[in-house]
């Protein structure tokens, strides 16, 4: 079970809101998991096929089945799932009188089917004024691409920059752990809604809330976007000229990596020269700033010194040695330690979650990242089938046991 949390309703700061979500994969869905998370009674709208990332097990080769399907549940745990087609004259009035009832509708359905089947904001608005309606897309309304499917890797990645600057240029590009622009959008798409339920509180007034893959890619660049229009036009050059020999990255004795970063030169120098054993460097005038080793070209020198000096002792044993010493530094881990790191477990970043399969498989899951002293966070709630809740949500909007059977036998429910 999820630690350091407080499941009773009262605590929970979004208790009592109301969140329709028809989205599919990872960033919208996430927004609307960690809504619920937070209190809000999410109802997640599927196709009678279910959301594509259900079985999206399958290419990042993790388990996806109904009763262990961890990745489905980190942007999907705690919500209720009807699968519905509003294709149907039925299923649309089912969706339509949801979406009414509700305070938050969040979509990533591209904008022309949207309009084609009534559920633009501009139609919606009508019957729900106070509607907070959130469209996630690709790369924006407006422009030559904004008809285009974009996904993460298209839109965040490729487009915004980073691939063609985060390695030594003309390397071959790195590729990106599955879905993280769509984690990163996620957040910014989160507080989007929670300014606008705000907003709302005020005016009483819905409004709709706009985000793109494209878009934040570009903000979180935004260093990068704007340093390269000027002289420095490639963010990551030749490994022995970095910027700085204190913010870079090192391979060590045993083979691992450690960065050294956030550390200031000319203020530091003769400490790290001298935690180094070559306080020489420290007084010599050839390396007494960035500027004048820029200049001189002396920062080759100092940096093939130090990829030296690194390979005397472990990547732990600098950690340990240079963290004693106050100096900025972590070692470059691979993400399979980090399930187990003592660090996530101690402050419930990482939380074990039993899943009911056959057995009882536990998997250490990503918890959402917000903690507050006085409010709580559900806890992780192992996902279930197509349609778990389709029963459940509709007996709640007064249909009979006999109607909704029939709603199932004419393909309009599942």
């Not at 985000?211 to 002289?231: H, K, P, R, Y």
């Amino acid at each position: 079970m999820e630690t350091n949390t407080n499941n009773n309703q009262n605590t929970l700061p979004l208790a009592g809101v109301k969140v329709v979500e028809m989205s599919t994969v990872v960033a919208a869905p996430t927004t609307a998991r960690m809504l619920c998370a937070y209190g809000a009674e999410v109802i997640k709208v599927e196709g009678l096929d279910g959301d594509v990332m259900r079985v999206g097990g399958s290419h990042e080769f993790t388990p996806y089945d109904d009763d262990l399907n961890p990745l489905f549940t980190i942007h999907n745990s705690n919500k209720k799932f009807i699968a519905l087609n509003y294709k149907t004259e039925e299923g649309k009035k089912i969706l339509l009188d949801l979406i009414n009832d509700a305070d938050i509708f969040i979509t990533n359905v591209r904008e022309k089917s949207l309009v084609r089947n009534g559920l633009d904001y501009e139609t919606l608005k009508e019957s729900n004024p106070s509607l907070i309606y959130a469209h996630f897309k690709g790369y924006g309304d407006k422009g030559p691409s904004a008809n285009d499917p974009g996904f993460d890797i298209s839109a965040f990645w490729l487009r915004s920059g980073p691939l063609g600057d985060w390695q030594t240029k003309g390397s071959f590009p790195f590729l990106p752990t599955y879905a993280f622009g769509d984690m990163v959008t996620s957040s910014s798409f989160l507080s989007g809604i929670l300014m606008a339920l705000y907003g709302r509180e005020k005016t009483g007034i819905g409004t709709k809330v706009n985000i793109s893959l494209f878009a934040s890619g570009i903000w979180c660049n935004a260093i990068g976007v704007v340093q390269t229009q000027f002289d420095h036009k490639h963010m990551n050059p030749d490994p022995l000229r970095p910027t700085d020999p204190f913010n870079q990255t090192y391979q060590c004795k045993d083979g691992r990596w450690i960065g050294v970063y956030c550390n200031e030169y000319e203020m530091d120098r003769e400490k790290w020269y001298g935690l180094f054993g070559i306080p020489e460097y420290a007084t010599d005038p050839d390396f007494a700033s960035i500027a004048i080793m820029q200049e001189n070209d002396k920062i080759v020198e100092v940096i093939s010194k130090c990829n030296e000096i690194f390979l005397t002792k472990t990547a732990q044993e600098w950690r340990d040695y240079l963290s004693a010493n106050n100096c900025a530094c972590e070692i470059l881990k691979e993400q399979h330690e980090v399930s187990s790191d003592p660090q996530a477990i101690e402050n419930g970043y990482m939380v074990p979650v039993e899943y009911p399969d056959e057995n009882h498989t536990t998997v250490m899951m990503p918890a959402p990242p917000i903690s507050f002293s006085n409010y709580g966070r559900r806890d992780y709630k192992p996902t279930g089938p197509i349609g778990e809740n389709t029963d459940e949500i509709l007996e709640s909007m007064g249909y009979t046991p006999e109607q909704i059977q029939a709603l199932k036998d004419a393909g309009s429910v599942r």
